[in-house]
């Protein structure tokens, strides 16, 4: 993508970018795990398209990052043909029927708990793939399985997050989840960062979903009687079974699932309209409300309104403006999206114009610790209830693998993206079915998902616990268009910092000039100032969490101007990855996140 000039007032980028910004015409590939990037780009030499690597590539990271995501999870992704405009690919499944706020209450609980099955939605993340194999892909279902069947069934070697994850909740695992110390302490110990691990009961459903396709005619049709076996044969069976059995939930007391066979064959996987925002010639793309994607727009719309000097993130000014800015449009994320609330005013107006100008005329020179929704006519914000986190420690699986308020890394999400010679386009964020968040299913080698921790336990909340309803998701992939072409697809794992995350990254790409990799290495932060998505639902009302690459007066002056600043390793906050297409000359990019040592990009 064709980079603006450099503004004055921005502070340079690095002289000494820790990889280069890759460049090429053949296709980019680019990924939060080596493996997943190296299988999206031998999908691409041996002919698939972008779509066909995509897949490929997320099924691999059920595989090879199981501490961020699963098959029974959940998967956004952003996708557009060449030629044709981005589509949102929504692979978040709802509520089941049975999970109601009555039954929750019935339970003695006050709110979703967040590990156990109870607290699991439909799973979507399977089906999601599936689809956009059939409706955009080129390649059999056997061919994009065949990396992910390999790697299940021959082993690949465990990250070093992923061996922490597990000595973390071995004991866990040991005392109440016997079915995944199965699974993750085979040999009666945790295994070491590196070594060859396993999962052959997911190898084998892998191939059960290629078997079940043999006898159908055509391409599509292999493809759906997989997804059928998926929903209504043996998987859901599996997991429905599983779940009747109470089992020890993040609230310390023993619960039942409530997900039934008849929620899998309701539900399934749309292709929508996205929503999107002009900024500084380039038009945002994001997932709707019942994402946390319009937050971004939001903060774009608010940031409209200030000079070049207050959008440089490595400036005391730029970074207090953000960081406010990002406050006003997540106290807006908790007020007023969701999948479950109809309201007289189309939210759209939230990143207006006006709207942005209103928010923007807020920010004053000190940190402000209220919670200060906007106000829309016709309806009147959601007030959530505002728990100091200092009042919740931790609990073993609960919430999302993410950052904690401490910068204490624990994992996150997972993301990708690809771009081929043709000019498709993807970017996915699958998510859920994490290693910690429920036990193992041991015919089939995955835990469920939680995604309805995020939903409140609350009717009058826009994100209330509802059958058949989508929880309010955090994930939250991005494209950008210039000149009516689609000339980035980029994201980042990490919860309520995703969409934050990508904020400086746009800024000093647009506004600042900085190539994708420069970009990507600079020293980042975010806010804890908003209603955690995850359980237990906690604040920190001033809390800023900041890289100590970032310079020392920039964290004296923030903290001076009133933000709780907690400083973390100069190299742990963010896992952002993106592939590039350059309008004017067709070439392609990519870069990603080198944090962790695990995210690479490659192409030519």
Request: net charge negative.
């Amino acid at each position: 993508m064709t980079q603006t000039a450099t503004a004055t007032t921005f502070t340079p980028p690095s002289t000494s970018p820790t990889r280069p910004t890759l460049k090429g015409s053949f296709g980019m590939s680019a990924s939060t795990h080596w493996l997943a990037t190296a299988t999206a780009q031998s999908v691409l030499e041996r002919g698939g398209n972008a779509f066909d690597a995509a897949v490929a590539a997320g099924f691999v990271l059920h595989v090879v990052e199981p501490h961020l995501n699963g098959p029974a999870g959940d998967m956004v992704a952003l996708y557009a043909p060449k030629g044709r405009n981005p589509r949102v690919l929504m692979g978040q499944g709802p509520a089941p029927a049975r999970a109601t706020i009555s039954h929750f209450a019935n339970e003695g609980l006050e709110s979703v708990p967040g590990a156990g099955a109870l607290a699991a939605a439909v799973p979507a993340a399977v089906e999601a793939w599936l689809t956009l194999l059939a409706d955009q892909g080129t390649w059999e279902l056997s061919d994009v399985l065949e990396y992910a069947i390999h790697y299940a069934g021959l082993g690949h070697p465990i990250g070093r997050q992923a061996a922490a994850v597990i000595e973390t909740m071995a004991d866990h695992f040991e005392q109440h989840w016997p079915t995944s110390a199965a699974q993750w302490i085979p040999l009666g110990r945790v295994p070491e960062a590196g070594e060859l691990i396993k999962n052959g009961a997911y190898a084998n459903v892998l191939r059960k979903l290629v078997e079940a396709g043999h006898a159908a005619g055509t391409r599509e049709a292999r493809i759906h009687a997989a997804r059928e076996e998926w929903k209504e044969g043996f998987v859901a069976k599996a997991i429905v079974e599983f779940a009747r059995k109470p089992h020890r939930h993040s609230s310390g007391s023993d619960h039942s699932g409530v997900i039934e066979l008849e929620d899998f064959s309701r539900f399934t996987v749309s292709d929508e309209s996205p929503i999107s925002l002009e900024f500084r010639g380039v038009t945002v793309v994001k997932a709707g409300f019942w994402s946390q994607g319009p937050v971004l727009l939001q903060a774009l719309a608010i940031l409209k309104h200030f000079d070049d000097d207050h959008l440089d993130p490595s400036t005391a000014l730029g970074a207090h403006t953000i960081i406010e800015t990002l406050k006003l449009a997540m106290a807006d994320r908790d007020s007023y999206y969701g999948d479950a609330r109809k309201v007289k005013v189309d939210l759209n107006v939230l990143f207006s114009d006006e709207y942005g100008r209103q928010r923007a005329a807020q920010i004053a020179a000190s940190a402000s610790t209220q919670f200060r929704p906007g106000t829309l006519p016709g309806t009147s914000p959601y007030p959530p209830a505002l728990v100091s986190a200092a009042d919740h420690p931790s609990v073993l699986g609960a919430g999302e693998p993410t950052v904690r308020i401490s910068g204490e890394t624990r994992g996150d999400t997972c993301h990708l993206d690809v771009v081929d010679r043709f000019g498709n386009m993807i970017s996915a964020t699958p998510s859920g079915g994490w290693l910690q968040s429920s036990p193992v299913i041991p015919e089939l080698g995955f835990p469920l998902g939680t995604r309805l921790q995020m939903s409140w336990l609350d009717a009058g909340s826009p994100s209330a616990l509802k059958p058949g309803v989508r929880p309010r998701t955090t994930l939250s992939p991005t494209l950008l268009m210039r000149e009516g072409r689609t000339v980035a697809a980029l994201g980042s794992p990490g919860g309520d910092q995703q969409d934050q995350w990508q904020l400086l990254y746009l800024l000093r790409t647009l506004v600042g000039g900085y190539t994708p990799q420069e970009a990507i290495d600079a020293p980042t932060f975010h806010t804890s100032a908003l209603a955690s998505s995850f359980w237990p639902r906690t604040w920190n009302a001033a809390g800023v969490v900041v890289e100590d690459r970032l310079p020392q007066h920039v964290i004296a002056e923030l903290r001076e101007r009133g933000h709780d600043v907690t400083v973390v390793n100069g190299w742990s906050l963010g896992r952002l990855s993106t592939v590039t297409l350059d309008p004017e000359t067709d070439e392609l990019g990519a870069a990603a996140n080198p944090r962790g040592n695990q995210g690479y990009a490659a192409g030519r």
